[in-house]
């Protein structure tokens, strides 16, 4: 495991005073079912901590990011970030896939890549963090390696930006905030949308898209993207 | 709001810096409905972020309490714990019922008393200290409010007194705890059983119940709080 240890201080700064807890994380059931006799815990428990530490960070996190979402917006956000694949591809990003000990069918079947292991490897990480050096610890991590990739929109569902445009724009009271198609083009079945979003009459981002939402979508995050002070319109 | 703030700082030793917060935690959406004009916020978000945070701490409560329960039986003691009403009855043990502001349908239907909007009360005021004080602050109040009342064996299911027993005397390696029926009375319609656990074949519990499976819950429960020590056994 020592090469684990070398990438979690290397890349994250991380060194786990409980190393017991670390090897843990990064042990399939389908490891510790193949060598029972040395009683091997598995990963399970700690990613039920995980999961539930995952939860509370994105849920703190998308509270803070969208003072005037809903309850079940957010809650929709927040599952697809902490969605299986979503999380799989965390561990990818880490590297944690290559040192996750499985047993030896399940390397032979491609477990090693299958999102189920390694989305339930993340939050068994995540568990293990929070027990090794609490919730905070967890929370930097998350901001280290998740909320960048969120913040690029790689969830585009997740940000959206008509409404994080709006919420920008609203800290210094009410503002009218429009979306008018200025071009329509291309045949039914590969139309494109060009939009102008407009704030009290001035233009502020321009998008096109292959529906006219899409094209909403992308002009208000050019918007928000030019950084519009809110207290010169 | 007066008589809120005296419950809190006399009861839990609690005091809000953010008392808007703990408005809004205590406001339900039939009554921010009923004033839309004031724009009033409602608890749903509070919610949201409350319920995140108690998933997490009793997670990390039977984490702690059941160091070799599978995750499967974690999950659904936390279930338990956390379900609509059993946090409706929290908020009644905490006097929050006498606090909510509801829209007037809602107060002539009987709301007050209705365990959605009571548990959803409670989660929204976790969600709201959570904001305050943070994740300790969290921590305590449930270990005040919430873990007594599990302890005290309020949710039956939660605390399964076999598998803690088994966990408390294995401390110092395997032991063989038995279980045997010592007596069986009464009419078909309403047996009862005497049994008996025995440790070693030392006999360190007794227990009564309407079935086997109950009478060796409470032999195990007695067991447990004769705090057998495991290392003379």
Known sequence: MQALYNLLAEKFRLTFDDTELLETA???TSYANEHRLLKISHNERLEFLGDAVLQLVISEY???LYPSKPEGDLSKMRSMIVREESLAG???DCGFDQFIKLGKGEEKSGGRNRDTILGDLFEAFLGA???DKGVEAVREFIQQVMIPKVEAGQFEQVIDYKTRLQELLQIHGDVL???EVTSESGPAHAKEFE???TVNGKVIGEG???SKKAAEQEAAKKAVENKVDP???
């Open 90 to 92: 965390f561990s990818r």
């Open 231 to 233: 207290s010169c319109i």
């Open 62 to 64: 998308l509270f803070a």
């Open 26 to 28: 990064f042990t399939h």
């Open 208 to 210: 096109r898209g292959r």
């Open 195 to 197: 939009v102008q979003v």
């Open 129 to 131: 963090l929070l027990l």
């Open 177 to 179: 905030i429009s979306y």
